[in-house]
């Protein structure tokens, strides 16, 4: 039998190599059983089992406090050094590699000031302070503002905000103010969290809000009279009869009697304050008790502005002498427009989307101050407050025809802001002249700058394409304001290093050293040539004329006094500039009351007649 040798060639198989596993062990039985069982001598015993195994000896290494296994110990030691050459390794490459580093850049000036800028709403709180108010020079003032008048609707009127450089607590103004603030914070929670302000301008709006909740009957459904302002500063005629303008005191020295002045026809105050309570209900929803407060008042306010129609500054009020409003259908579409946000109840859009009140209102005609944002005015920034609304929810019919009107108007009014335009004016160093020339021109400037930075924001946001009308340019009316400028100074109190020194501000200008100055006994403060002893943080004051000149006088408020209704516009323009780009809008806050939205399908055409 052949078969294959691996190893090449034929291999042969004998038949008795071929016996099986069973024949050999059948043959194992025939073998000498005696033999097997002989002890075998040494040699034999090498050939069966191979050389006898030596027992190996274990060897150790003394480290003088133990004895360990040489084995052990080198196995020990050659795993660190392994280790050791790993973590080195590892180091190597993780240097080597390149990757974003999160380090910590410094603020930019946006942010710096905003901190700054924020800080004048503390310096002029009136009523009973907190403790970490941060104002040093500051104290509880006018804690007797409206008490002791019997049968009134209010218990008393302490707290709110000083207007500017007196004592005047002028609620048109201020209500504004709490509005835009508000704004901000809606649109810019984010910034305002990552300049760690949050907290503070949220203080600071509820200081307001609740003030104002004082000025009119808010646990009532319907009123018939609110305040409309606390203090008074007429001195025409030469009246020499103490009040906050004709005296120069520190607020916590005021001894002089403060008139208090109602309204019951005052339809831009009511519908301007009830802005502010809506506005403020959004920015504290996460509080739903406070919230709902503030929209009853809110509601309560507007419905009481509908029904008893008329100007607060009417009537030979004092307040047609410093806030003279010119009209009160922009608060109507203005205040409409915040309780549709602040409540999702479709009528307060349907009034704020009408027509003919936005007719009247201006929207549809011109003229030299269109498109100027203010105190007064609230329309332009109405018009993109309503734009928003298409941007994001598009409702549609029936409302689309009138917000593509606002939309489009929008767009024109920021064109119009551009040096390339000519609606308005600006000064050889480049400041725009929104109010033509006129005095006190920075607030106007502030407003219309967070208005194109928070348009600019919501396009981007809705990923809609930019202005047809030119780049970006918004932030250099605020550089301006912050220092580039002819001059080279920043018109921020406390910001830079070169500021207004003499601050049209009577607690600013004032020692606070014990001695209390009476109404006149202060003049010597208000009419020397030192700086004022106390620095007023954060304080804009009204801003150069339109040759970029300025006066340091403080004496002179056209140049150096400051007010909350600025203030307000520039925090909300400075939060909108500031911080990280990529750091957009909030999209969804503002419509957190707005119920999905179903359009109406438009009627049909009219039958076809031949």
């Given at each position: ?14 038949a008795?190599d071929?016996?099986?596993?069973d024949?050999?062990?059948r043959?194992?039985n ?6 097997l069982?002989r ?6 015993q090498?050939?069966l089992?191979?050389p006898?195994e ?20 080198v ?36 942010t710096?000031?905003l ?39 209010y ?5 709110g ?18 509005t ?9 929670s ?6 760690g302000?949050?907290n ?5 709006i509820?200081?307001?809000a ?5 000025t ?10 609110m ?17 906050d303008h ?10 002089y009697e403060r ?5 019951s026809?005052?339809s ?7 802005a502010a ?22 509601r ?5 502005a ?7 500054s ?6 047609a ?14 205040g ?6 602040a ?14 009140i936005a007719?009247?209102?201006g ?6 101050d269109?498109g100027?944002?203010?105190w ?7 018009q993109?407050?309503?734009?928003r609304?298409?941007?994001?929810l ?7 025809e ?13 064109c119009s802001?551009l040096?390339?335009f ?10 725009i ?16 700058a967070?208005l ?10 809705a990923d809609?394409?930019?202005w047809?009308?030119?780049?970006n340019?918004?932030s250099t ?9 002819p001059?080279?100074?920043?018109y921020?109190?406390g ?8 601050v ?7 020692p606070?050293?014990?001695i209390?100055y009476?109404?006149?006994?202060g ?5 020397t040539t ?10 804009m ?8 000149g ?5 004496t002179?408020?056209?140049?150096t006094e400051?007010?909350?209704?600025g ?10 500039l500031?911080g990280?780009k990529?750091t ?5 806050t503002?419509f957190?009351?707005?119920?999905p ?6 009627p049909p ?6």
């Amino acid at each position: 039998m052949y078969g294959r040798d691996p190893w090449g060639g034929s291999l042969e198989i004998n038949a008795a190599d071929s016996a099986t596993d069973d024949d050999r062990s059948r043959n194992l039985n025939d073998l000498d059983r005696a033999a097997l069982s002989r002890p075998l001598d040494e040699t034999q015993q090498s050939w069966l089992l191979g050389p006898a195994e030596q027992k190996k000896k274990k060897k150790y290494v003394d480290l003088g406090c133990i004895i360990v296994s040489r084995k052990i110990f080198v196995w020990t030691v050659g795993s660190i050094v392994a280790a050791a050459l790993l973590v080195g390794l590892i180091t190597v490459i993780v240097e080597a590699v390149p990757r974003h580093r999160h380090n910590h850049t410094p603020a930019d000036n946006y942010t710096l000031a905003l901190h700054k800028a924020l800080m004048f709403f503390n310096a002029q709180k009136s009523g009973k302070l907190p403790k970490h108010n941060n104002v040093s020079w500051r104290g509880s003032s006018c804690l007797s503002d409206g008490k002791g008048k019997q049968g009134s609707f209010y218990k008393d009127l302490v707290g709110g905000y000083y207007d500017a450089g007196d004592a005047i607590k002028f609620h048109f103004p201020a209500s504004f103010a709490m509005t835009m603030l508000s704004w901000s914070v809606i649109e810019y929670s984010a910034k305002y969290e990552a300049a760690g302000e949050l907290n503070h301008v949220k203080e600071i709006i509820k200081w307001g809000a609740d003030y104002f909740l004082k000025t009119f009957n808010s646990s009532s459904d319907t009123i018939n009279t609110m305040i409309a302002q606390v203090g008074t500063g007429d001195t025409s005629g030469g009246s020499t009869t103490p009040n906050d303008h004709y005296c120069w005191m520190r607020p916590e020295d005021i001894d002089y009697e403060r008139l208090v002045t109602e309204c019951s026809h005052c339809s831009d105050l009511a519908a301007e304050m009830a802005a502010a309570l809506a506005s403020a209900s959004i920015v504290f929803k996460d509080n739903k008790a406070y919230s709902q407060k503030l929209v009853h008042g809110a509601r309560t306010l507007f419905q009481f502005a509908r029904d008893q129609r008329g100007r607060y500054s009417e009537r030979g009020s004092e307040a047609a002498i410093f806030y003279n409003s010119t009209s009160y259908w922009d608060e109507f579409v203005w205040g409409g427009a915040w309780l549709y946000y602040a409540t999702g109840n479709n009528s307060y859009l349907q009034l704020a989307t009408n027509p003919g009140i936005a007719k009247h209102a201006g929207a549809f005609w011109g003229g030299p101050d269109y498109g100027v944002l203010s105190w007064d005015n609230k329309l332009a920034g109405t018009q993109l407050l309503l734009s928003r609304l298409r941007l994001f929810l598009s409702p549609g019919y029936p409302y689309e025809e009138i917000l593509r009107t606002f939309h489009n108007q929008t767009s024109i009014i920021m064109c119009s802001y551009l040096p390339i335009f000519t609606k308005f004016n600006r000064t050889r160093g480049g400041l725009i002249e929104l109010n033509h020339g006129r005095p006190q021109p920075l607030q106007y400037v502030v407003n219309a700058a967070f208005l194109a930075t928070l348009y600019s924001d919501y396009l981007e946001a809705a990923d809609t394409p930019g202005w047809y009308c030119g780049p970006n340019f918004y932030s250099t009316d605020i550089d301006y304001i912050l220092g580039k400028n002819p001059r080279k100074m920043s018109y921020v109190v406390g910001f830079g290093n070169h500021y207004p020194k003499h601050v049209h501000h009577r607690g600013a200008s004032i020692p606070k050293n014990k001695i209390r100055y009476n109404c006149k006994g202060g003049w010597k403060w208000r009419d020397t040539t030192k700086p004022n002893p106390n620095t007023l943080v954060g304080a804009m004051v009204a801003g150069p004329d339109r040759h970029d000149g300025f006066r340091d006088v403080r004496t002179n408020y056209n140049y150096t006094e400051p007010t909350i209704a600025g203030n307000a516009g520039l925090v909300a323009a400075l939060v909108a500039l500031s911080g990280d780009k990529t750091t957009g809008i909030d999209k969804n806050t503002i419509f957190s009351a707005v119920p999905p939205m179903f359009p109406t399908p438009p009627p049909p055409p009219a039958p076809w007649r031949p």
